[in-house]
């Protein structure tokens, strides 16, 4: 019954994460991790973006400090998510606990914008909704990993996926804040820490110098 | 230490990371407001990560040499126009990577 009426609402999720999860399978295993760490990193580390980002963080030689301060940055808008969600999730129960852990961009965008059919207890019906998500999710970046393992055809190129991911992900962040300074401070930052920094730090220098720069441009709104 | 307990360890912490970052809110700001500190964080930095993200895909393209990034910056210049023309983030993801897929077998 609560499959019945959650599943319709996440199938276009069914196809993006297939969409995002293969190609994700498939970097890591190119990268010369074996394919079962695609299915472990899928489910103790959900996150679309966070995973991307970690493989090129495995294959740096960055200290680990490092290493988790990138992703800590990379994940902070999940904390705007659960602002949102606080009033929301108190009907939750005891899907709450699994909702707040697999709170990625996507299940936040359905979990926003659905509203509870009748006669159906909010909590099974979010939890439904996010383990459906997450089950995609691992479904992809498994047959990818496998796929990757097994076909020597070349994917050139689909490391673009990810590319493509943060370019979307940049558009929606200024359609929803309607200001670009702190995408063109970001920018500025990024570009100076490659020439100035080199390729291998350049992600952290460029965290650290835009929240600075932001905090100096903005701080007193 | 080996690259094997290396990898293992990192993906330990990334998940305590994530976790961290999604439950953080619910633990301090169920009762209380949160602090505008927060929603400085909440609000601008967000938008710099993705801007710094973009140019981190590209950092090790070799501008001077041939193709110069054309195919990356045309690939780009397309998930941009076809996000803001349809909105439909996995249209734009997928048609950017399958175009750039097939600009690098072609040029």
Sequence with gaps: MVLAQSFPVTLPVLFGYIAIGVPFGLMLVKAGYPWWLSPIMSLVMYAGAGQYIAIGLFASKAPFSAMVLTMLMVNIRHIVYGLSLIKQFRIAGAWKPYLIFSLTDETYALLTGVKVPPRIPAGPFYGMIALLNQSYWILGSTLGAIAGQLIPFSFRGVDFALTALFAVLLIDQIRRTKDVVPPIIGFGCAIASVLFAGSSNMLIVALISSMVLLILVRGRS | ?107
């Design chain 2, 1 to 107: 230490m080996s690259e094997a307990l290396r990898i293992g360890l990192a993906v330990i912490a990334f998940a305590l990371v994530i976790c961290a970052t999604r439950a953080f809110p619910f633990l301090l700001f169920t009762r209380r407001d949160p602090p505008s500190f927060l929603r400085f964080i909440e609000t601008y930095i967000p938008p710099a990560v993705m801007a710094i993200l973009v140019v981190y895909c590209f950092k090790d393209i070799r501008w001077s040499e041939y193709p110069c990034g054309f195919r990356e910056l045309i690939a780009l210049g397309c998930v941009i126009a076809v996000h803001i023309w349809k909105k439909n983030a996995m249209l734009s993801i997928f048609g950017g990577t399958a175009l750039y897929m097939l600009l690098l077998q072609i040029w």
